[in-house]
């Protein structure tokens, strides 16, 4: 609540703004685009979407200008006003994860929402309205990013980072292969502290364990197999999500952990 539409519109911007940098933190691609006031009513609104074809809202959006609307606003007109005249406009479908909605006095009205103004008369609040749908953000962030076969999170709501695969359980790599990990575990976890995972299960193999892994969705993952103990010990480390895999040095390896984690 606001004491006049100046305030409000004010406080609607900020919150605007915290929402921009919440979505850029879960590093998902988003769109924010005006939206349909509807029922909720209002005299501005807009959306915040994960491009998806699954999605069930269909919006306009420009490349060059960042601005779009969700056609439900008149879905008979495909046009967009943009800032510039080199727009490539494009149609596409959403899962609306967030909505911001300046209401005014439509709510505040009906219940007596007032405050004591400056001449001590009462005065009607201005109202907005503001969501994002925590658990929709999960399953929206999960139907973007997956392969038909393994989940993929971004980095920031991954259930860890990090998983660290060991040799298996009565190996020959075994005894050099832990001294290895537990080596490599605690300078990992000052890069990521508190999320990394060791899958220590003894009677699973390592291609399982891998397989497991990639289906879970963890953003890195170590193996420490059979190189780990030739003369000049390597690791293998996988990013799922880059479809990468490279063999490093334990050092080597800390070193683009650290970049990688920094980007």
Not at 195 to 211: A, H, N, S, V, W
Request: aromatic share 8%; glycine share 8%.
């Amino acid at each position: 609540f606001d004491k006049d539409t100046q305030s409000a519109k004010l406080t609607y911007d900020q919150i605007s703004l915290a929402y921009e940098k919440i979505f850029n933190r879960i590093g998902v691609p988003y769109l924010r685009v005006e939206g349909d006031t509807g029922m909720m009513g209002g005299s501005s609104s807009h959306e915040y979407h994960f491009p998806a074809g699954i999605g069930q809202d269909s919006v306009l959006w420009c490349k060059k200008c960042s601005k779009g609307r969700n056609l439900e606003i008149d879905s008979e007109d495909n046009t967009l006003s943009c800032d510039r005249s080199d727009c490539e406009i494009e149609e596409t479908k959403g899962i609306e994860v967030g909505h911001t909605f300046l209401l005014g006095q439509k709510y505040s009205k009906v219940f007596k929402a007032n405050y004591l103004g400056e001449k001590g008369k009462p005065e009607i609040l201005e109202m907005g309205c503001y969501g994002i749908g925590v658990s929709r953000v999960l399953a929206a962030a999960a139907e973007v990013l997956s392969t038909e076969t393994e989940l993929r999170w971004p980095k920031s709501i991954a259930p860890f980072s990090v998983c660290i695969i060991p040799p298996k359980s009565g190996s020959k790599e075994e005894p050099a292969g832990l001294a290895l990990m537990e080596e490599l575990y605690s300078k990992l976890n000052s890069i990521f502290p508190d999320d990394i995972i060791i899958d220590d299960r003894e009677k699973m193999t390592i291609g399982r364990k891998l397989y497991v892994s990639r289906r879970t969705g963890y953003s890195i993952i170590i193996v420490i197999g059979k190189k780990s103990v030739s003369p000049e010990p390597t690791i293998e480390i996988e990013i799922p999500s880059e479809e990468r895999k490279i063999d490093l040095t334990p050092d080597q390896a800390l070193a683009f952990l650290h970049n990688f984690n920094s980007s």
